[in-house]
């Protein structure tokens, strides 16, 4: 009885340990489990949920896409989407975030508890657009509920500019 209860002391400290590297590693590595697609957890962010739309779009994710928006604008989508088809509509949203090289999402400015207010850049070859994207916090975390149209910024470097 006595080699059975050290094995088993044996193996639980190996586990323990294994468990505590594993720990470590998940830390380090940044590396967390992926949520379901257009699932939103009640502690995410604007800039969060602006990212998940972001990333829905160059993906073709059209559910994912639209689990980002509510109100007037998700509804203005939803007839976008009826009108077209969803293959059509997915082609449409990874299309237009092809040309895409980048994005800068400033911190969200309060606006009341449960609204903000977000200055998002895009970063294309031969410009910047500016974007201001309005989102409120709901049950299901935030969401976007109004955009304001894109506006040119004046860029004084074109991106992938050779440095000299």
Known sequence: MKVAAMKRAHIITVAVLLA???AVLVRKTGWRVPE????????QSPQDTIY????????GDVRAYLAN???QTEAA?????????EPGFSKYLSD?????????VSDPQTITDSESSVRVEYVYQ?????QMMYLEKGPSGWKIFRTDGEEQVKTLV???TPVK
């Open 69 to 71: 928006y509510t109100g």
């Open 126 to 130: 031969d410009r910047n657009d500016v």
């Open 77 to 85: 989508l939803r007839q976008t989407l009826a009108e077209s088809t």
């Open 158 to 160: 074109p991106y992938g």
């Open 52 to 59: 998940a739309m972001l990333n829905a779009a160059r993906a």
């Open 20 to 22: 505590a590297l594993a």
């Open 96 to 104: 237009s975030s092809s040309s895409l090289k980048g994005v800068a």
């Open 36 to 43: 379901p697609s257009g699932v939103q957890s009640q502690g």
